[in-house]
């Protein structure tokens, strides 16, 4: 059973235009959470991540938004940009409870269009 | 920005053969992770390691082996390879929560 989910496999959006990437999860352990991009043939490239302690934490055009009750996390990506077109992946751990393993959802392909 | 290496990029190999992906991370990272990824589908946990002389298997079952000798390295290694090993290899290493991921392996088994 799937702990992470994204169930957008794929999401495409207008140059300038805002993204939202949407993550769901089950496991009410999870306290830390992740968003990492992958481009074809390369590994994960970590982008922000988020405590439970916080809603929002932001780094230039990614902000990632936490939802606890609903258990929802999304990534807001303003403006788009070509360059951001790659497969996004969200990542969960439960930290607090001595796991430091990451359990990742199957990801969402971003194409910016220009 | 992190330093973490995987040899060969791209293997093709026969049935039956012994193969060993290789990982190096320069950031001194006691943890080290293995991960096995097919198009479409999440990253799968196949091996970890928070230290020297310490792995562990991860949450998806595997046939591959790895050893920690040393901090820096963290080899994979498949004694027979086959058809359904195919797959994406990642590799990664930590310091706290992030993970940082190396280029991968793409291996082919025919």
């Known amino acids: 059973d799937q702990q992470v989910k994204q169930n957008s496999p794929s999401l495409s959006v207008q140059e300038g235009r805002i993204s939202i990437l949407n993550c769901d999860y089950t496991n009410s352990m999870f306290d830390y959470f992740l968003w990492y991009k992958k481009y074809p043939a390369e590994g994960p490239t970590f982008l922000i991540s988020?405590?439970?302690?916080?809603d929002k934490n932001e780094d230039g055009r990614f902000t990632v938004f936490l939802n606890k009750s609903a258990k929802h996390l999304s990534l807001h990506i303003v403006p788009s940009q070509p360059g951001d077109s790659a497969v996004y992946f969200c990542?969960?751990?439960?930290?607090?409870?001595?796991?430091?393993?990451?359990?990742f959802g199957k990801g969402t392909k971003l194409t910016v269009n220009p | 920005e992190a330093d973490i290496y995987q040899t060969p990029r791209y293997l093709v190999i026969g049935t039956g053969k012994k193969i060993t992906l290789e990982c190096s991370q320069t950031?001194?990272?006691?943890?080290m992770y293995w991960y096995q990824q097919d198009p479409g589908m999440e990253l799968h946990l196949i091996h970890y390691s928070y230290g020297v002389n310490s792995t562990e298997k991860g949450d998806l079952s595997s046939e591959s082996t790895v050893s920690r000798i040393r901090t820096e390295h963290f080899p994979l290694t498949l004694e027979s390879a086959r058809p359904s090993h195919t797959s994406q290899y990642l590799c990664?290493?930590?310091?706290?929560?992030?993970?940082?991921f190396g280029p991968g392996t793409r291996l082919t088994v025919t």
């Open positions: 990664a290493s930590s310091a706290y929560y992030e993970q940082y």
């Open positions: 988020i405590s439970s302690i916080k």
């Open positions: 990542a969960a751990s439960a930290m607090q409870g001595g796991s430091e393993k990451l359990v």
């Open positions: 950031m001194g990272h006691d943890k």
